[in-house]
């Protein structure tokens, strides 16, 4: 085998164990908050899916440094069941916002989904920075709790969005919570200082990963009744000429990050990347093929 076919098959191995290791901790995790994360919702497939993509956003991490990550995704997945599949009135959907950012003021927590993220905020004050970066934290995740509000609201009065006004809700996908989490346990000096320039960009990866995730899960959102772009009277080639146009534009973005965060960059860069290759969407061109 000639060096560069043995160099990368060492580096996929070597992510494959790392998501491996990943999937482990967050087995071990979701046991403990019993009830939030029933077998038929989050079976061995969702864990492993959700895990190759954070190992390979960042193979240069080991499993540690990827613990917030991978656990704040998961927590972001179990709110979205909550919301999606177990609040019936809109009553319900603000109780659970009011107790999620209590907590993250620093409530005691009162349910299995409060005390997930009491455990994620604890940790994240493991790390001195948090102390002074704690309102940005918050202010990300009370953005996320409103588009998941937003969004149930949508589909509990049929509402029809458009595109753009779709496209501005997409902290309801909840990938802007989960970096700047990422970022604020991990991240290097300069990024831990430009968390807002980065929350912009990672803004706009998000709406890129809102529309893929749609196209990618259309036939089993209609099945549940969850929202879908593709339900709303936007085409298949409207949806991908969008998607086109948000890689673009992240793609210049995210070089400008690469001058002074070289793995920051990348991490987003791959974030996209692998979402793309793993959903195997078809017709759609990627940055360098445009």
Request: include cysteine; hydrophobic fraction near 45%; charge should be neutral.
């Amino acid at each position: 085998m000639p060096d560069d076919e043995l160099g990368e098959a060492y580096a996929l191995g070597r992510t494959c164990a790392l998501a491996a290791e990943c999937g482990r901790d967050l087995r071990r995790c979701a046991q403990m908050y019993g009830g939030l994360f029933p077998a038929a919702a989050f079976g061995s497939e969702f864990f492993t899916s959700l895990t190759l993509a954070t190992a390979f956003s960042a193979p240069w991490a080991g499993a540690e440094r990827l613990k917030i990550l991978n656990r704040a995704a998961l927590w972001v997945a179990a709110l979205d069941r909550l919301v999606d599949h177990t609040t019936t009135t809109r009553e319900q959907v603000n109780r659970l916002t009011r107790e999620c950012l209590s907590v993250a003021d620093g409530a005691v927590p009162r349910s299995a989904i409060t005390r997930f993220l009491a455990d994620l905020r604890d940790e994240l004050a493991t790390v001195n920075a948090f102390h002074g970066l704690r309102g940005l934290w918050r202010d990300q995740l009370a953005r996320t709790l409103a588009g998941m509000a937003t969004a149930w609201v949508w589909r509990d009065t049929g509402a029809v969005p458009t595109l753009a006004r779709f496209l501005d809700n997409a902290d309801s996908r909840g990938s802007c919570f989960v970096d700047l989490s990422h970022w604020i346990y991990t991240a290097d000096d300069w990024a831990r200082t430009h968390l807002d320039e980065l929350r912009s960009v990672s803004g706009h990866v998000q709406r890129y990963l809102l529309l893929l995730g749609d196209v990618a899960t259309y036939r089993r959102d209609v099945s549940w009744g969850d929202l879908n772009v593709l339900a709303l009277g936007v085409s298949r080639g409207e949806v991908t000429a969008e998607m086109e146009r948000l890689a673009r534009e992240a793609d210049v973005l995210i070089e400008r990050i690469r001058r002074h965060s070289p793995r920051t960059a990348a991490y987003l860069r791959r974030q996209m990347g692998f979402s793309a290759g793993f959903t195997g969407i078809s017709g759609l061109r990627w940055p360098g093929q445009l």
